[in-house]
């Protein structure tokens, strides 16, 4: 318990570094965050710029005359209370821009890492049991080819090929433009297949280093002493290769799983670009595109919030399976 | 007393990038039923290898030449796999040296129990499981409520080769095999692990063969006692005449280098030399580069392993000219 609460505190002082972080990098950035919007209202109701300007400030909540002290409270109170800030360019908050792109990103992830996962455990697993043999060499190199691939120009190369080639997949977004969401079989299947590139574009490279780390773990633990001392009182190699060697080659990696998920919250940016799919990286893309200040920083601290939630549910799942965390 | 296990003439090499480790070359043993059997010898002069390769549990790099183990008269080592894991632990039990890092980390103490019993079809309940484990626990003197439900990092070393013996007692073998049960543990364990051995002795009607490289554990403990020099046996005999009247001089020099609390510092000798290399073994008898009463024909012909009156057996060749050792 001691150590769940030690990590809690731990987290919470990153959580208030990283944030702060986010705010020092964005209330330093050249340009008033709302010039563009600023523009655009002028533009639309025909007015002095400096008026549109106050009505932007205004709109965004954002007082020009406020020390940065004061700015930098508002901000952790609003994020504090789940208010993730405005998005000039999409004139709506960001939380609103969350609750549409979050679950189509973690629908892409979740799935990519669980299958990417699955079959990199048990070809790494796989690999370091015929260590030395030609299926291991070939395994292992072509994982380390793939592992070295970025997941964007595998993108590119999956749209090319797939979509523009073959048409066998659509060419972008979440689904067909003319189709009203539902839960129809025929929809379900309309979003299956517009996953199928953003996941299969994460999922490749990321299969590839799963295997290598298996097989690295795979191999370290079948060197230990109490393998053999499993063999020594007979016990069937089945068991042996599920109960010893792969739940303790596996530990690491599920760490890794946890903390990796957090990341990729953000870090598929230019995947879900390429494919036009609306998740959380796509509009994180576009607000760099368009200057979108708001949307910027929010998105930030959603993805720092994710990576801290993630590194926390990887100690605790740690704990979980791993005695010696537990126990210390 | 029946033999119970007979070795005949087994090599055992390992292979390393050098070249081969001629670890046990020609080892030929008896071994008797109910008795507790000594394999004495330096450290790396391929104690471990004999029991490791008369049980095939060799380590991946390590083979076996040629030789056999007749168990109950059939050959251990030509055994099919599948016969040969129904002996292993129900019959015959190897108890490794490593016993710091024998546990499964993330298995509690019982599952090590659990799985053992299911790997041999024995159909014990839940119940009687915990009992049976519960019985040996008690009879290495552990508490069976603490330990079963520990994982291996919350136990002590001693505590950790204890828990191995009793997985090892747990179906009842008729043969234990201990690798160094009291190296790797301070000196108060090592004689609680003694202590206990003696008791279990006592106790079980158990053939215990144990490695050691103390002869002072092998006096204390064994019946019989046999001395191996550079991957080659050079004695065998009981304990009560291996150190009233060792043959062979490797023997007389380790028993000479024993170190009493009250013993005159004078009269302690060392072997002077080193151990021999077991990747190019001396030529002859591996013992003669460190032989006071080396003669010609050691440096050229390997000692043949003769049996002397009663249990005596000797490898030297002061015994085959008939100018035994004064």
Same mark, same amino acid.
């Given at each position: 318990m001691n150590y769940f609460v030690n990590r809690l505190l731990y987290l919470l002082v990153v959580f208030v570094i990283a944030i702060s972080g986010v705010f020092v990098l964005v209330n330093n950035m050249p340009g008033d965050p709302a010039y563009g919007l600023a523009?655009?209202?002028?533009?639309?109701?025909?007015?002095?710029?400096?008026?549109?300007?106050?009505?932007?400030?205004?709109?965004?909540?954002?007082?020009?005359?406020?020390?940065?002290?004061?700015?930098?409270?508002?901000?952790?109170?609003?994020?504090?209370?789940?208010?993730?800030?405005?998005?000039?360019?999409?004139?709506?908050?960001?939380?609103?821009?969350?609750?549409? *792109?979050?679950?189509?990103?973690?629908?892409?992830?979740? /799935?990519?890492?669980?299958? #990417?996962?699955? $079959? =990199? &455990?048990y070809l790494g697993a796989f690999a370091a049991q015929k260590r030395g043999k030609t299926i291991d060499t070939l395994i292992s190199t072509l994982a380390s080819i793939i592992q070295a691939i970025p997941p964007f120009i595998l993108a590119v190369l999956i749209l090319f090929v797939f979509s523009v080639r073959f048409r066998l997949l659509p060419l972008g977004g979440a689904y067909p433009v003319d189709m009203e969401p539902s839960l129809s079989i025929s929809f379900i299947g309309k979003v299956l297949l517009h996953a199928v590139g953003p996941i299969l574009a994460v999922a490749i490279p990321q299969m590839a280093s799963w295997t290598l780390s298996m097989r690295g773990?795979?191999?370290?633990?079948?060197?230990?002493?109490?393998?053999?001392?499993?063999?020594?009182?007979?016990?069937?190699?089945?068991?042996? *290769?599920?109960?010893?060697?792969?739940?303790?080659?596996? /530990?690491?990696?599920?760490? #890794?799983?946890? $903390? =990796? &998920?957090?990341?990729?919250?953000?870090?598929?940016?230019?995947?879900?670009?390429?494919?036009?799919?609306?998740?959380?990286?796509?509009?994180?893309?576009?607000?760099?595109?368009?200057?979108?200040?708001?949307?910027?920083?929010?998105?930030?601290?959603?993805?720092?919030?994710?990576?801290?939630?993630?590194?926390f549910v990887a100690d605790f799942v740690y704990a979980l399976i791993d005695p010696r965390v537990k126990l210390k | 007393m029946s033999i119970i296990i007979r070795v005949e003439d087994l090599r055992a090499v390992y292979l390393v990038r050098e070249g081969t480790i001629k670890a046990a070359d020609g080892i030929s043993l008896d071994i008797l039923e109910n008795s507790v059997t000594a394999i004495v010898g330096e450290s790396a002069s391929g104690k471990s290898t004999i029991i490791e390769a008369m049980t095939k549990t060799l380590p991946p790099n390590g083979r076996i030449l040629s030789g056999r183990v007749l168990y109950k008269g059939k050959d251990l080592l030509t055994m099919r796999e599948e016969e040969l894991r129904k002996i292993r632990w129900k019959e015959i039990a190897l108890v490794p040296q490593a016993a710091q890092q024998s546990l499964n980390p993330t298995m509690k103490v019982i599952e090590h129990f659990k799985d053992t019993v299911e790997a041999h079809g024995v159909r014990w309940s839940h119940s009687e499981l915990i009992e049976k484990a519960s019985e040996k626990l008690r009879m290495v003197r552990l508490n069976p409520e603490a330990v079963l439900n520990s994982y291996p990092l919350q136990l002590s070393g001693g505590m950790k080769q204890r828990v191995l013996i009793a997985l090892a007692l747990l179906l009842d073998p008729v043969v234990l095999i201990l690798d160094e049960p009291t190296s790797a543990l301070d000196v108060l364990t090592q004689a609680h692990i003694i202590q206990l051995l003696k008791e279990l002795k006592k106790m079980l009607k158990i053939t215990l063969i144990f490695v050691t490289h103390d002869i002072a554990v092998a006096a204390e403990l064994a019946d019989k006692v046999a001395v191996i020099y550079g991957g080659n046996l050079v004695e065998y005999n009981s304990t009560f005449q291996i150190f009233k009247n060792p043959l062979h001089p490797y023997t007389r020099g380790l028993i000479n280098s024993i170190m009493a609390v009250n013993a005159d510092m004078s009269k302690v000798k060392p072997i002077p030399g080193d151990p021999p290399s077991l990747l190019n073994p001396p030529s002859g008898c591996r013992f003669h580069p460190r032989c006071e009463y080396a003669m010609e024909i050691c440096k050229k012909e390997k000692p043949k392993w003769i049996r002397l009156d009663g249990e005596a057996h000797v490898a030297c060749h002061l015994y085959e000219e008939g100018r035994p050792l004064k």
């Open positions: 523009v655009y209202i002028a533009q639309q109701r025909n007015m002095q710029f400096e008026q549109a300007l106050e009505i932007a400030h205004k709109m965004m909540g954002i007082d020009p005359h406020e020390s940065v002290v004061t700015r930098y409270v508002k901000f952790m109170n609003n994020l504090l209370r789940g208010n993730f800030g405005y998005s000039t360019f999409y004139n709506t908050s960001v939380n609103e821009i969350i609750a549409r *792109a979050l679950p189509w990103t973690l629908f892409v992830i979740s /799935l990519a890492t669980f299958i #990417s996962f699955s $079959i =990199g &455990i773990n795979t191999a370290q633990v079948m060197e230990e002493d109490f393998i053999r001392f499993a063999e020594m009182r007979g016990l069937a190699d089945s068991v042996i *290769a599920s109960k010893y060697i792969r739940n303790n080659a596996m /530990l690491p990696l599920v760490a #890794s799983l946890a $903390i =990796g &998920i957090g990341y990729m919250l953000g870090g598929q940016t230019l995947v879900e670009s390429i494919f036009n799919y609306p998740g959380i990286g796509f509009y994180f893309g576009k607000a760099i595109a368009v200057r979108d200040f708001g949307l910027l920083t929010g998105l930030f601290s959603l993805i720092v919030i994710g990576v801290i939630v993630a590194t | -």
